[in-house]
């Protein structure tokens, strides 16, 4: 069992940052691929970004490819996603996400945080 907490959103500026992170209970958090959701108003779930376990390999949305980066800290249980050069399209409810091998389903999701980008 995992739980995760996302924190750092918020309101920001078109062509701005920030640093969403996502804190793991458990003792077996190097174990799971994590991942990156968002969903916006009036639209389904979508993949952003994932990372796997060691922080080795990292895959990314064409929509965020370049502007978007993904990593993890095992030793601090925790994953971030650092969003620059943010615009308006990027305003979302961001989840993040965990697996526990590669070939199953994300399972424990954490509620998410709120982005905003103002034009």
């Known amino acids: 069992q995992v739980q995760l907490v996302e924190s750092g959103g918020g309101l920001v500026q078109t062509g701005g940052s920030l640093r969403l992170s996502c804190a793991a209970s458990?003792?077996?958090?190097?174990?799971?691929?994590m991942a990156w959701f968002r969903q916006a108003p009036g639209k389904e779930r979508g993949f952003v970004a994932r990372?796997?376990?060691?922080?080795?390999?990292?895959y990314y949305a064409d929509s965020v490819k370049g502007r978007f980066a993904i990593s993890r800290n095992n030793a601090k249980n925790t994953v971030y996603l650092q969003m620059n050069n943010l615009k308006p399209e990027d305003t979302a409810v961001y989840y993040c996400?965990?697996?526990?091998?590669?070939?199953?389903?994300?399972?424990?999701w954490g509620r998410g945080t709120q982005v905003t980008v103002s034009s």
């Open positions: 996400a965990a697996r526990r091998s590669f070939t199953e389903d994300y399972i424990y």
């Open positions: 458990g003792r077996t958090f190097g174990s799971y691929g």
């Open positions: 990372i796997t376990t060691s922080g080795g390999s990292t």
